[in-house]
């Protein structure tokens, strides 16, 4: 493929990409909303956090509100805030019964001390208790940079590998939703290694909304939205490469340029964190991704 065809293949790519992303929003930020964001289109997936210290209720309800305004909920369920499984059965019926959805982003939390008998979501997937409660789309927590967890080598590995053959057994579609991703060369290579080892989760990739680096650091710090907190806390060591110019570009391209040249790519699609910026993230989503000029223009004016 001639060169200007192949650059072209990979900015359409990018684009769809951009296109189709699924981002993140918080209870409250719904919840003050009066309507849906004119940027949002219909049918969206929008993953609502529950947050330490909060009810799930708050996330059920703004995941109604999400419901309504056309768009596809995918609630946060963190492992370490179930105090039982009764609660956990609850909760998906919950989900299954009143959102009518069977689709759930599963994360270990950010509890030092589990509420109760899950420690984490290999624990949680392996009870069976969700299953049976209908849920059968689940999103999962990939680590490109490392887990601040899971340390021992090939432990990220070797959990990865047990949720898959839990998803074959029980006739699950499981999908990996990375951690922030600044840097593509250590996203590519994690992509490598799960192909290499036999992993065939379809991954999405984590990144920022338009935000400057500092602005996302105070968000995450303060809120701990989704795998945002424990992922800044572990990289504290690697903020000097923060303060340099980052966009989502950078990243975007080369997972692009994967899909299209390499056989069995893992990568489907990419998901937003806007780090309290829902409105500009949602208007450059809208855009299509604007070029680099454009979006460091913004940042210097945010």
């Not at 989900?95 to 982003?105: A, G, I, M, R, Y």
């Not at 209908?134 to 899971?150: D, L, T």
């Not at 950078?250 to 899909?259: D, F, L, N």
């Amino acid at each position: 493929m001639p060169d200007v065809q192949a650059r072209a293949a990979v900015s359409r790519t990018a684009r769809r990409l951009v296109h189709e992303s699924t981002l993140e929003m918080t209870p409250a930020y719904v919840s003050a909303a009066r309507q849906r964001p004119d940027a949002l289109p219909q049918g969206t997936t929008i993953f609502i956090t529950w947050l330490t210290g909060f009810a799930f209720g708050q996330t059920l309800a703004a995941c109604r509100k999400v419901r309504e305004w056309g768009c596809q909920p995918v609630p946060h369920l963190p492992a370490r805030a179930m105090a039982d499984l009764p609660m956990l059965r609850m909760i998906g019926q919950a989900v299954t019964q009143e959102l009518h959805t069977d689709t759930v982003l599963l994360i270990a939390g950010d509890k030092a001390k589990p509420a109760g008998c899950l420690a984490d979501t290999l624990a949680l997937l392996q009870t069976g208790t969700l299953q049976e409660s209908g849920i059968r789309n689940i999103y999962v927590a990939g680590h490109p940079e490392g887990s601040p967890v899971m340390q021992q080598p090939g432990q990220a590995l070797s959990v990865l590998r047990q949720k898959q053959e839990i998803g074959q057994r029980d006739g699950l579609d499981i999908r990996i939703v990375s951690q922030l991703c600044l840097d593509p060369a250590p996203l590519l290579q994690w992509e490598r290694h799960l192909r290499a080892n036999g992993i065939t989760l379809p991954v999405h990739v984590g990144l920022p909304g338009p935000v400057p680096p500092r602005m996302m650091m105070r968000y995450g710090m303060r809120c701990g939205v989704g795998p945002v907190l424990p992922f800044l806390k572990a990289q504290r060591a690697l903020m000097h490469r923060w303060s340099c110019t980052s966009t989502p570009e950078q990243v975007i391209r080369p997972v692009a340029q994967v899909m299209i040249t390499t056989p069995g790519a893992l990568f489907r699609g990419l998901h937003f964190f806007p780090c309290g910026a829902v409105a500009r993230t949602l208007g450059w989503r809208e855009a299509g991704g604007m070029p680099r000029q454009a979006y460091a223009k913004g940042l210097m004016s945010a």
